[in-house]
């Protein structure tokens, strides 16, 4: 079925490099319109890295990003910004601007991008901020936050112009469980009100495994398994087991390069 | 062999600072571009961000820029009376007293300080942002950071500088007068009168010109060190003290160039 | 969009219908607040709204918060069901009065 359905994420053969370092060695992902998808690993495994790239933060080594189809590798500037319009981001921690209250902070999408009346944005921040539970929050300033507050509120304005595509980046790190299950069910429930399309990057399985309709594991900046819950559960494959059993991973060693590390000698000298 | 390596550091050097001062080019070039473009494309520069800009760094730091010129004028006449006693010459101080703050102390002093106030504060501001993400999240907002962030520093800083510095100029020349009045025993109003005489527009216009120079260099050296900031709370003090090392470094360098070039 | 003001039994009917998102909402607003204005007693038709984004919400709000404290009758006709879902979504069902047709609204 999922086959059938519009991809709005279109990732083919994506290659970065962080300096001399290649950190994702050509990955491939679509992203249905309307699905959760989860894309989880460890640290390490590129997940954020990817993330970045998916935001058009950063200009890949090679490869494509299409988004919403339009391929962001390569367009300008003026187009990029018309796709942000529809593009919502939460960071893994917050990033609300300081400087700014709450209300503020949601607000400012919609100052930037729209010439809606002031008492329309005020109503819709608001309204963004009562489906976080931050009702009657707005007059606060970010630094009054609890750390599952600033989340919340990160989300609101990231939803603030009821973007299609929802990127959420670790929800659930750092918050106590009940915090971090709420915003599993707001997801959920925004998916199925706005019929956003939601992207969630976490290490945490639980979560992962309560909202995603499909999960990508990367490791090692690679795909190693795209499928349903119940695919990723069943999976036979090695590495993606010691990921949901928590296993560390287990390396065979070359004693005479380890050797040749701990001693930092080359190894034809050793 | 170790020649060697030196050699290669000298050279490695070398390509950062050229990168340096190419990144600072850039950040020149894309706040002019934001400035005069932006309008147009309905992604303006923020008028209130200016003027908030413009309080933080101007406003406020006018009592510290007079009381600074006062005391500055006040050595260069303590010096200047001391060096034409051994010519018998000290009521001729007023021209060296009138001459030196406008062409050159009131911009150095103001330039240092805001520099030491605002450069900093902006290489903070913006590196703690970094730090935070926030000017990730700017971006995916869809706001050019140096838009909302570099261009309004960057216009504030060109208005308030050069005023700043005609502020000083005021204070400096004041504290040489009371000091003078007091040592030599010239009257507050011959000395105004002497001053009047001595100064032309070119001498005052010598000192704000550097202070539009010293504006740019600040901003652009703020926000590019604001922007490099890694690695938490203490990258952030580390670019901070950097940004202001490196603007007064700065500082120093374009005004002796400047005066070389305006003075012979 | 599609608006239509019709007059039945003294209220005015303001019927909207597909989508109001960011570009129309704007004018959704203007025509509710000029009917609450006019004090005219108000009944918004949203069985043809395809889709409704918060901007649209945010209008309704408005329009029901200046109706109250203007004393005049507002309520919300037989919202369709991408539309309830928003209202649901931001408890909003438990806020505005609902009507299931025109004639539940003239009672």
Same mark, same amino acid.
């Given at each position: 079925?999922?086959?059938?359905?519009?991809?709005?994420?279109?990732?083919?053969?994506?290659?970065?490099?962080?300096?001399?370092?290649?950190?994702?060695?050509?990955?491939?992902?679509?992203?249905?319109?309307?699905?959760?998808?989860?894309?989880?690993?460890?640290?390490?495994?590129?997940?954020?890295?990817?993330?970045?790239?998916?935001?058009?933060?950063?200009?890949?080594?090679?490869?494509?990003?299409?988004?919403?189809?339009?391929?962001?590798?390569?367009?300008?500037?003026?187009?990029?910004?018309?796709?942000?319009?529809?593009?919502?981001?939460?960071?893994?921690? =917050?990033?609300?601007?300081?400087?700014? %209250? /709450?209300? #503020?902070?949601?607000?400012?999408?919609? $100052?930037?991008?729209?010439? *809606?009346?002031?008492?329309?944005?005020?109503?819709?921040?608001?309204?963004?901020?009562?489906?976080?539970?931050?009702?009657?929050?707005?007059?606060?300033?970010?630094?009054?936050?609890?750390?599952?507050?600033?989340?919340?509120?990160?989300?609101?304005?990231?939803?603030?112009?009821?973007?299609?595509?929802?990127?959420?980046?670790?929800?659930?790190?750092?918050?106590?469980?009940?915090?971090?299950?709420?915003?599993?069910?707001?997801?959920?429930?925004?998916?199925?009100?706005?019929?956003?399309?939601?992207?969630?990057?976490?290490?945490?399985?639980?979560?992962?495994?309560?909202?995603?309709?499909?999960?990508?594991?990367?490791?090692? =900046?690679?795909?190693?398994?795209?499928? %349903? /819950?119940? #695919?990723?559960?069943?999976?036979?494959? $090695?590495?993606?087991?010691? *990921?949901?059993?928590?296993?560390?991973?287990?390396?065979?060693?070359?004693?005479?390069?380890?050797?040749?590390?701990?001693?930092?000698?080359?190894?034809?000298?050793? | 062999?170790?020649?060697?390596?030196?050699?290669?550091?000298?050279?490695?050097?070398?390509?950062?600072?050229?990168?340096?001062?190419?990144?600072?080019?850039?950040?020149?070039?894309?706040?002019?571009?934001?400035?005069?473009?932006?309008?147009?494309?309905?992604?303006?520069?923020?008028?209130?961000?200016?003027?908030?800009?413009?309080?933080?760094?101007?406003?406020?730091?006018?009592?510290?820029?007079?009381?600074?010129?006062?005391?500055?004028?006040?050595?260069?006449?303590?010096?200047?009376?001391?060096?034409?006693?051994?010519?018998?010459?000290?009521?001729?101080?007023?021209?060296?007293?009138?001459?030196?703050?406008?062409?050159?102390?009131?911009?150095?002093?103001?330039?240092?300080?805001?520099?030491?106030?605002?450069?900093?504060?902006?290489?903070?501001?913006?590196?703690?942002?970094?730090?935070?993400?926030?000017?990730?999240?700017?971006?995916?907002?869809?706001?050019?950071?140096?838009?909302?962030?570099?261009?309004?520093?960057?216009?504030?800083?060109?208005?308030?500088?050069?005023?700043?510095?005609?502020?000083?100029?005021?204070?400096?020349?004041?504290?040489?007068?009371?000091?003078?009045?007091?040592?030599?025993?010239?009257?507050?109003?011959?000395?105004?009168?002497?001053?009047?005489?001595?100064?032309?527009?070119?001498?005052?216009?010598?000192?704000?010109?550097?202070?539009?120079?010293?504006?740019?260099?600040?901003?652009?050296?703020?926000?590019?060190?604001?922007?490099?900031?890694?690695?938490?709370?203490?990258?952030?003090?580390?670019?901070?003290?950097?940004?202001?090392?490196?603007?007064?470094?700065?500082?120093?360098?374009?005004?002796?160039?400047?005066?070389?070039?305006?003075?012979? | 969009?599609?608006?239509?003001?019709?007059?039945?039994?003294?209220?005015?009917?303001?019927?909207?219908?597909?989508?109001?998102?960011?570009?129309?909402?704007?004018?959704?607003?203007?025509?509710?607040?000029?009917?609450?204005?006019?004090?005219?007693?108000?009944?918004?038709?949203?069985?043809?709204?395809?889709?409704?984004?918060?901007?649209?919400?945010?209008?309704?709000?408005?329009?029901?918060?200046?109706?109250?404290?203007?004393?005049?009758?507002?309520?919300?006709?037989?919202?369709?069901?991408?539309?309830?879902?928003?209202?649901?979504?931001?408890?909003?069902?438990?806020?505005?009065?609902?009507?299931?047709?025109?004639?539940?609204?003239?009672?």
């Amino acid at each position: 079925m999922n086959s059938e359905r519009e991809a709005v994420i279109r990732v083919r053969d994506l290659v970065t490099h962080y300096g001399e370092r290649q950190i994702l060695k050509g990955v491939s992902l679509d992203v249905h319109a309307g699905e959760i998808m989860v894309i989880m690993g460890g640290s390490g495994s590129g997940k954020s890295t990817f993330l970045r790239f998916l935001l058009g933060l950063h200009q890949p080594t090679s490869g494509s990003i299409e988004l919403l189809g339009q391929d962001i590798t390569q367009l300008d500037s003026q187009g990029m910004y018309e796709l942000r319009k529809k593009m919502g981001v939460s960071f893994q921690g =917050g990033a609300l601007f300081n400087s700014m %209250t /709450v209300g #503020e902070n949601v607000q400012l999408p919609l $100052r930037e991008h729209t010439e *809606l009346d002031d008492a329309t944005i005020e109503i819709m921040s608001r309204l963004k901020l009562e489906l976080v539970n931050l009702g009657g929050f707005d007059r606060l300033m970010p630094a009054q936050l609890s750390g599952g507050m600033v989340k919340r509120a990160a989300l609101a304005r990231a939803i603030a112009m009821d973007p299609r595509l929802l990127f959420f980046d670790e929800p659930s790190a750092g918050l106590d469980p009940v915090v971090s299950a709420e915003l599993d069910e707001l997801i959920l429930k925004l998916r199925d009100a706005l019929n956003m399309t939601i992207v969630v990057v976490t290490h945490e399985l639980d979560s992962a495994f309560k909202i995603a309709d499909r999960i990508t594991v990367l490791d090692q =900046g690679d795909i190693l398994l795209v499928g %349903t /819950v119940e #695919e990723v559960r069943n999976s036979d494959n $090695r590495r993606v087991q010691d *990921l949901l059993n928590r296993r560390p991973r287990e390396e065979v060693i070359d004693p005479d390069a380890y050797m040749a590390r701990l001693t930092d000698t080359p190894l034809n000298e050793l | 062999m170790n020649a060697l390596r030196g050699l290669e550091n000298l050279g490695r050097g070398t390509v950062r600072a050229v990168e340096e001062v190419g990144y600072l080019g850039a950040l020149l070039a894309e706040s002019l571009y934001w400035l005069f473009v932006g309008p147009f494309r309905k992604q303006p520069v923020r008028v209130e961000a200016v003027f908030q800009q413009m309080r933080q760094v101007g406003v406020n730091a006018v009592p510290i820029v007079l009381m600074l010129a006062f005391g500055v004028g006040v050595m260069l006449a303590i010096q200047g009376i001391h060096t034409m006693k051994t010519f018998g010459a000290e009521s001729k101080v007023v021209i060296g007293i009138a001459l030196s703050v406008t062409r050159e102390f009131s911009s150095l002093i103001v330039g240092i300080l805001v520099a030491g106030r605002s450069g900093s504060a902006m290489a903070a501001r913006i590196g703690t942002m970094v730090v935070n993400q926030e000017i990730d999240a700017l971006r995916v907002i869809g706001i050019n950071p140096v838009r909302y962030l570099v261009a309004p520093a960057l216009v504030a800083l060109l208005i308030v500088v050069p005023a700043l510095t005609v502020l000083a100029d005021i204070a400096a020349l004041f504290g040489g007068a009371v000091y003078t009045s007091l040592d030599v025993g010239i009257s507050l109003a011959a000395y105004a009168q002497d001053t009047a005489d001595v100064l032309t527009v070119d001498d005052v216009m010598q000192g704000v010109n550097k202070a539009f120079v010293f504006a740019v260099l600040i901003a652009l050296i703020g926000a590019a060190n604001g922007f490099g900031a890694t690695g938490g709370a203490e990258g952030v003090g580390k670019v901070t003290t950097r940004s202001v090392v490196m603007s007064i470094s700065a500082i120093v360098m374009a005004d002796m160039l400047f005066t070389f070039f305006l003075t012979r | 969009m599609q608006h239509a003001i019709t007059e039945r039994q003294g209220a005015s009917v303001l019927s909207l219908g597909g989508e109001i998102d960011l570009s129309n909402s704007p004018q959704a607003r203007k025509l509710i607040l000029a009917e609450i204005k006019a004090g005219n007693t108000l009944a918004i038709d949203l069985s043809g709204v395809s889709y409704i984004d918060s901007s649209g919400i945010a209008s309704l709000v408005e329009g029901y918060q200046k109706a109250k404290s203007g004393g005049s009758r507002f309520g919300l006709v037989a919202v369709s069901e991408p539309a309830m879902k928003v209202l649901k979504l931001a408890r909003l069902d438990q806020v505005f009065p609902l009507f299931a047709s025109v004639d539940d609204f003239l009672v």
